[in-house]
C-alpha cells in the first residue's frame, strides 16, 4: 500500500484567530469528530473588506468568533467550497449579521443535477447561494483575487479556491492532510474525484490550505499519494473478488485492517464509490440475482 505523507500537528485554540500567512486568518470551529478532526477551519482572506470561507456548522459561537476576530472590517463575501453540515450552515447565522453574499457552485447535489440525478441526502438542503460561480470564475475582493477551481468528486459541487496573491489554495475536503476524504454515492463519485485530483497536478499552487488539519506545503507528492492510494484500493477490491468475497460488506474488514470498526460504514461507501468506477471501466459488473444492472451496497460483485 502507498504511504500517504498525513500532516496532523495543528497549534490552534477554539474562538481564537490565527494569522497564517499575510492576508491569510483562520478560526477553528468546536465541532470535532471523526471525519472533521479538531473541527472546521473557517479562512478569512484580505484585510478591511474580507472574503470568509466556509462559515462552517450552525454554531453561534462560531460565528461570533470570526467576527470578533475581525477588527472593524467589513465581510463583502462568502465563499463555500460544497454543502455539507460542517461547512455551509454558518452561512445563514453569517448572511444574517452581516448581510454578506455567498458564492458557491450551487445548492447540494447541483454538479450530479447536470447529469439528471436528483441527490436529497446527507448535506446542506437549505443553502442556496446568491451567485454561481463555475470553474476558472474570479472573484475579486479589495486586496484579494480568488480563482475558482471546480473539483468534484467528495461532493458533486465542491468548489476549491485560489488565492492568487499567495499561490494558496484552500482545498476544502478535496484534499485533507489529516484523512482521505470521503467519497459517498451518490452524491460522492470515485471517478470525478479522480479527474479532480489530476487537475491539481497541473496546476502550480504552493500551499494548499484545507479545511480540517494543517496546511499541506508539498502538494503535489501528497495528491499523488492520494491517486495511488485510490489505484491501490481498487486493487484490493479485484483481489477480493479473485479470492471469492463479492459483497461490499465482507470486503470492508479485509481492505480496512488498520481502521476502526466504527469507521466501517463510511469506509463501505468509500468503497461503493471504487466499485462504481471500476464497473464503469469494464473490470467489474454487478453479478448475482436482481437484474444486474442496479448496482448498491447490498449487489455482488464479479469481475467483468
Ligand atoms: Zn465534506
Not at 497549534?11 to 483562520?26: L, Q
Not at 478532526?37 to 462560531?62: K, N, R, S
Request: aromatic fraction near 8%; charged fraction near 20%; glycine fraction near 10%.
Amino acid at each position: 500500500m502507498v504511504d500517504i505523507p498525513y500532516r496532523r500537528e495543528l497549534e490552534f485554540s477554539y474562538g481564537t484567530v490565527a494569522h497564517i500567512a499575510p492576508g491569510i486568518r483562520r478560526v477553528i470551529a468546536n465541532n470535532p469528530g471523526p471525519f472533521t478532526f479538531h473541527g472546521t477551519g473557517t479562512y478569512i482572506l484580505g484585510t478591511g473588506q474580507v472574503a470568509v470561507i466556509d462559515p462552517g456548522p450552525d454554531d453561534e459561537a462560531h460565528i461570533d468568533a470570526i467576527l470578533n476576530a475581525l477588527d472593524g472590517e467589513e465581510v463583502s463575501h462568502i465563499l463555500v467550497t460544497h454543502t455539507h453540515m460542517d461547512h455551509s450552515p454558518g452561512c445563514r447565522l453569517l448572511q444574517a449579521k452581516t448581510g454578506a453574499p455567498t458564492y458557491a457552485y450551487g445548492p447540494h447535489g447541483a454538479g450530479k443535477m447536470e447529469q439528471g440525478v436528483q441527490v436529497e441526502e446527507g448535506g446542506d438542503m437549505d443553502f442556496d447561494p446568491d451567485h454561481l460561480v463555475k470553474h476558472g470564475d474570479i472573484i475579486r475582493g479589495k486586496d484579494w483575487t480568488v480563482e475558482c477551481v471546480y473539483t468534484p468528486g467528495h461532493t458533486s459541487n465542491h468548489l476549491c479556491f485560489a488565492l492568487q496573491e499567495q499561490k494558496a489554495l484552500f482545498t476544502g475536503d478535496h484534499v485533507m492532510g489529516w484523512s482521505t476524504s470521503i467519497i459517498s454515492p451518490p452524491d460522492g463519485d470515485m471517478a470525478a474525484y479522480m479527474d479532480s485530483l489530476q487537475l491539481l497536478l497541473d496546476r502550480d499552487d504552493e500551499v494548499y490550505w484545507p479545511t480540517h488539519g494543517p496546511s499541506i506545503i508539498d502538494p503535489k507528492t501528497h495528491v499523488q499519494a492520494y491517486i495511488d492510494h485510490r489505484l491501490d484500493r481498487e486493487r484490493q477490491i479485484i483481489e477480493c473478488i479473485k479470492q471469492g468475497t463479492h459483497h461490499i460488506r465482507e470486503m470492508v474488514p479485509l481492505m480496512y485492517k488498520d481502521t476502526p470498526e466504527f469507521m466501517y460504514p463510511a469506509a463501505a461507501r468509500s468503497v461503493l464509490a471504487a466499485m462504481e468506477n471500476l464497473v464503469r471501466n469494464q473490470q467489474v459488473r454487478v453479478g448475482g440475482e436482481g437484474d444486474g444492472t442496479s448496482m448498491g451496497m447490498d449487489s455482488a460483485y464479479d469481475l467483468a
